[in-house]
T-cell receptor
Framework: SQQGEEDPQALSIQEGENATMNCSYKTSINNLQWYRQNSGRGLVHLILIRSNEREKHSGRLRVTLDTSKKSSSLLITASRAADTASYFCATDLTNAGKSTFGDGTTLTVKP | NAGVTQTPKFQVLKTGQSMTLQCAQDMNHNSMYWYRQDPGMGLRLIYYSASEGTTDKGEVPNGYNVSRLNKREFSLRLESAAPSQTSVYFC?????????????FGPGTRLTVL
C-alpha cells in the first residue's frame, strides 16, 4: 500500500496564479520530499523537509509539513507554463532507507 | 557528468522472453534503485541496493532479479516477461539512503511486452 497520496489528482491554472497541492501519509516519517516529472522524463528533486521542520522555501516553492495531521503541502507561487508537470511526494518509512511515492498531482499552467 | 544513464530507451518483448535493463551512475553514489511507473501512477520500488554488495526487495519484486555489479552499475533482469510488466522503468541513485537523500533519476526505459 502507498504511504503518500497527493491531492488533487489534477490542477489547471492560469500563468501567474499560485498552485497548491497536498500530500497525506499514513505512518511516522523522518523526511518528506517533493519531486517534479515533466512528461516522459525522469523525476527531478525539488525539496526535502525533515520531520522537525514546519516550513521550507526554495525559490518560488514553499513546502509545509504538519506531522500531527500527517500532511504536507507544496505551493508554487507566480506559476509559469514551464511549471506544467506532475508533482510527487515521497515519504520514507522510518529507517527503512527507501522512499514511497504517491500517484502525483498533474499541474497544467495555461499561458 | 552524465548522471544516471539507462539502456535501452525503448524495448518490445514477446511474452516469455528475457532481457536485462542496464543502469549506471557516475556520481559515486552508494545507493541505487529500480522503480516502475504505470500510466497515471506514481513510482513503485522493485528492488534497491543500499550499498555495493547488498540488494533488497521493494514493493513489487516478483518477476524481477537485480545485480549490483559494482558501485556504478545496477542491472534489472526480467527472466520471463509478462504483459503485466509493460511499464516505464526508472533507475535512480542517491548518496545515502533514499529517505534522507535526494534521488537522481535516469531518463527511463519504456518496455512493452506483447
Amino acid at each position: 500500500s502507498q504511504q503518500g497520496e497527493e491531492d488533487p489528482q489534477a490542477l489547471s491554472i492560469q500563468e501567474g496564479e499560485n498552485a497548491t497541492m497536498n500530500c497525506s501519509y499514513k505512518t511516522s516519517i523522518n523526511n518528506l520530499q517533493w519531486y517534479r516529472q515533466n512528461s516522459g522524463r525522469g523525476l527531478v528533486h525539488l525539496i526535502l523537509i525533515r520531520s522537525n521542520e514546519r516550513e521550507k522555501h526554495s525559490g518560488r516553492l514553499r513546502v509545509t509539513l504538519d506531522t500531527s495531521k500527517k500532511s504536507s503541502s507544496l505551493l508554487i507561487t507566480a506559476s509559469r507554463a514551464a511549471d506544467t508537470a506532475s508533482y510527487f511526494c515521497a515519504t520514507d518509512l522510518t529507517n527503512a532507507g527507501k522512499s514511497t511515492f504517491g500517484d502525483g498531482t498533474t499541474l497544467t499552467v495555461k499561458p | 557528468n552524465a548522471g544516471v544513464t539507462q539502456t535501452p530507451k525503448f524495448q518490445v518483448l514477446k511474452t516469455g522472453q528475457s532481457m536485462t535493463l542496464q543502469c549506471a551512475q557516475d556520481m559515486n553514489h552508494n545507493s541505487m534503485y529500480w522503480y516502475r511507473q504505470d500510466p497515471g501512477m506514481g513510482l513503485r520500488l522493485i528492488y534497491y541496493s543500499a550499498s555495493e554488495g547488498t540488494t533488497d526487495k521493494g514493493e513489487v519484486p516478483n518477476g524481477y532479479n537485480v545485480s549490483r555489479l559494482n558501485k556504478r552499475e545496477f542491472s534489472l533482469r526480467l527472466e520471463s516477461a509478462a504483459p503485466s510488466q509493460t511499464s516505464v522503468y526508472f533507475c535512480a541513485s542517491s548518496e545515502g539512503l533514499a529517505g534522507y537523500n535526494e534521488q537522481f533519476f535516469g531518463p527511463g526505459t519504456r518496455l512493452t511486452v506483447l
